[in-house]
């Protein structure tokens, strides 16, 4: 219990630390992208993560490596309670510690979902979770496979000066689904990439709305809007390396998570850590700072129902990328600047973001009805097939565990109200309107940036 109290007591501290308005702390502007660990080359993508541990975690390194063919063999969980137990505390850099818990994560998630969602594991065996819930600890992340782990850290070069695209790029730690799991990773991790100049822009913008700085604004604007349809054209990428029916059927539950959903109603026991079960959400693109950063510089504001499920996503965040998105929050409006007279150019520069958004959010849902629905209704019809059968507990939602169709539409639907239509010298909000209730959102759950 000792391990689990002070992973609690870490998380509440950090909580403290990464809520400016609850601290009453100052703001620093213009936001600075270092001071977030956000790179100005990857964005949040970890740059040039490592691939090794040292020798002392090669017992890790060893079945990591394995993992599908143990997964598939089904020798995931007999090799996992042989292994030895080891210490974190060895790991004193941030990298090796992200690459632990991507090692451990993705091990986790093949050890639950080994014999599949019929028999999940219901218990970590100590081995596996105390070292888990400690790198978890030190990181601020929960102890589950989340984006930052499966997408952020789970990728590298062939060529490291070769460009950054598929033909060049390599996964770090796979699971079942072959190609098809590897391009469902490194898609993501382009579609991270593409919004690099967006990310810069939002730093850049409001640097320009304190100054005041027009012309500075409207290039950010552009920045932002043109980032966000290379993040569309980058999603696209999927219907070129992702088999849908492999998707749904053999990659789609090792992304689950043991919260919401009724294959494990009760949670997972972390031996060792806790005695009773404790539920985490699974992977899901709601954990990518991406579109969250852009919902909350551009105001879209999210229904509270999905805006509570956002801000809950935002725990699965590495702490400084949440921290990033409070001080967004906490900037000066790039909304009510634009509502201002005299700012008609920014005005249109905004709805052309908010449009270029709508747009994204839209494509989305289609690549959803593909993956998902499109999916589920194939495999419900299927006969014997070379593949696996399907997950059905999750099969009309997300892996992290909300219904899809209903949330991505909700989304795309707020994105679209929070354009503004100009009426004589000033603007309006449309028709829709807010309620008090409503919180800033971010990128849906279902999105192609860890799971659908």
Same mark, same amino acid.
């Given at each position: 219990?000792?391990?689990?109290l002070?992973?609690?007591l870490?998380?509440?501290t950090?909580n403290k630390? *990464?809520d400016?308005?609850?601290?009453?702390?100052?703001?620093t502007l /213009?936001?600075?992208?270092?001071r977030?660990?956000?790179s100005?080359?990857?964005?949040f993508?970890?740059p040039?993560?490592?691939?090794?541990?040292p020798d002392?975690?090669?017992?890790?390194?060893?079945i990591?490596?394995?993992? /599908?063919?143990?997964?598939?063999s089904?020798? @995931?969980?007999?090799?996992?309670n042989?292994?030895?137990l080891l210490?974190?505390l060895?790991?004193?850099?941030?990298r090796?510690q992200r690459?632990?818990?991507l090692?451990?994560?993705? *091990?986790?998630?093949?050890?639950?979902?080994?014999?599949g969602?019929r028999r999940?594991?219901q218990?970590?065996p100590?081995?596996?979770?105390?070292?888990f819930?400690?790198?978890s600890r030190?990181?601020?992340l929960?102890p589950?496979l989340?984006h930052?782990?499966?997408? @952020?850290?789970?990728?590298t070069?062939?060529d490291?000066?070769?460009?950054l695209?598929?033909?060049n790029?390599?996964?770090i730690?796979?699971?079942?689904?072959?190609?098809s799991?590897?391009?469902?990773?490194?898609?993501t991790?382009? &579609?991270?990439k593409?919004?690099v100049?967006?990310?810069k822009?939002l730093?850049?913008?409001?640097g320009?709305?304190?100054? /005041?700085?027009e012309?500075?604004l @409207?290039?950010?604007?552009?920045c932002l809007?043109? %980032?966000?349809k290379?993040?569309?054209?980058?999603?696209?990428?999927?219907?070129?390396?992702?088999?849908?029916?492999?998707?749904?059927?053999v990659?789609?539950?090792f992304l689950?998570?043991?919260?919401?959903?009724?294959?494990?109603? &009760?949670?997972?026991v972390?031996?060792g850590?806790?005695?009773?079960p404790?539920?985490?959400?699974?992977g899901?693109?709601?954990q990518s700072?991406?579109?969250?950063?852009?919902?909350?510089?551009l105001?879209v #504001?999210?229904?509270k129902e999905?805006?509570?499920?956002?801000?809950?996503m935002?725990?699965? *965040?590495?702490?400084?990328?949440k921290a990033?998105?409070e001080?967004?929050?906490s900037?000066?409006?790039?909304?009510?600047?634009?509502l201002?007279?005299?700012?008609? #150019?920014?005005?249109?520069a905004?709805?052309?973001?908010l449009?270029?958004?709508v747009?994204?959010r839209?494509?989305?849902?289609?690549?959803v009805?593909?993956?998902?629905?499109?999916?589920?209704?194939?495999? #419900?019809s299927r006969?014997?097939?070379?593949?696996?059968? /399907?997950p059905?507990?999750?099969?009309?939602r997300?892996?992290?565990?909300?219904?899809?169709?209903s949330f991505?539409k909700?989304?795309?639907? #707020?994105? @679209?109200?929070a354009?503004?239509?100009?009426?004589?010298?000033?603007?309006?909000? %449309?028709?829709?309107g807010? %309620?008090?209730?409503?919180?800033?959102?971010?990128?849906d759950?279902?999105? *192609?940036?860890?799971?659908?």
């Amino acid at each position: 219990m000792g391990l689990l109290l002070q992973w609690q007591l870490l998380c509440s501290t950090w909580n403290k630390i *990464m809520d400016p308005q609850r601290q009453n702390l100052k703001i620093t502007l /213009p936001l600075c992208l270092e001071r977030y660990h956000i790179s100005e080359e990857y964005g949040f993508l970890l740059p040039n993560p490592l691939k090794e541990l040292p020798d002392y975690y090669q017992p890790w390194m060893e079945i990591a490596n394995k993992l /599908p063919y143990l997964i598939e063999s089904h020798q @995931l969980r007999t090799c996992v309670n042989r292994m030895p137990l080891l210490s974190c505390l060895r790991l004193r850099d941030h990298r090796p510690q992200r690459l632990a818990h991507l090692l451990l994560s993705a *091990m986790a998630a093949g050890f639950v979902w080994q014999e599949g969602e019929r028999r999940p594991a219901q218990v970590l065996p100590r081995n596996l979770a105390i070292p888990f819930v400690e790198v978890s600890r030190i990181l601020g992340l929960p102890p589950i496979l989340v984006h930052a782990d499966v997408v @952020l850290t789970n990728w590298t070069k062939k060529d490291p000066g070769g460009p950054l695209e598929i033909s060049n790029l390599e996964t770090i730690v796979s699971l079942p689904g072959g190609e098809s799991l590897r391009g469902f990773v490194l898609v993501t991790v382009l &579609v991270e990439k593409a919004a690099v100049p967006g990310i810069k822009a939002l730093a850049q913008a409001t640097g320009a709305i304190l100054q /005041p700085n027009e012309d500075a604004l @409207l290039k950010a604007l552009q920045c932002l809007r043109l %980032s966000i349809k290379d993040i569309t054209s980058a999603l696209g990428q999927m219907h070129d390396y992702v088999d849908p029916d492999i998707f749904y059927a053999v990659i789609r539950i090792f992304l689950s998570g043991w919260k919401d959903n009724p294959a494990m109603p &009760v949670g997972l026991v972390y031996e060792g850590v806790s005695t009773e079960p404790m539920g985490y959400s699974g992977g899901s693109a709601a954990q990518s700072t991406v579109l969250h950063a852009f919902d909350e510089f551009l105001g879209v #504001r999210h229904s509270k129902e999905s805006a509570d499920f956002l801000y809950r996503m935002r725990d699965y *965040m590495p702490p400084s990328h949440k921290a990033f998105l409070e001080e967004i929050h906490s900037a000066p409006s790039l909304r009510d600047y634009v509502l201002a007279p005299g700012h008609a #150019r920014c005005l249109e520069a905004y709805n052309l973001c908010l449009e270029a958004l709508v747009e994204l959010r839209s494509y989305h849902i289609t690549i959803v009805t593909k993956y998902l629905i499109t999916a589920a209704a194939k495999a #419900r019809s299927r006969r014997p097939s070379h593949l696996p059968e /399907p997950p059905q507990a999750l099969e009309n939602r997300g892996t992290g565990g909300s219904a899809v169709l209903s949330f991505l539409k909700s989304v795309r639907d #707020r994105t @679209l109200e929070a354009i503004l239509h100009p009426q004589g010298q000033g603007a309006t909000f %449309s028709p829709a309107g807010h %309620s008090p209730q409503e919180g800033v959102g971010g990128l849906d759950n279902e999105g *192609m940036g860890s799971a659908l």
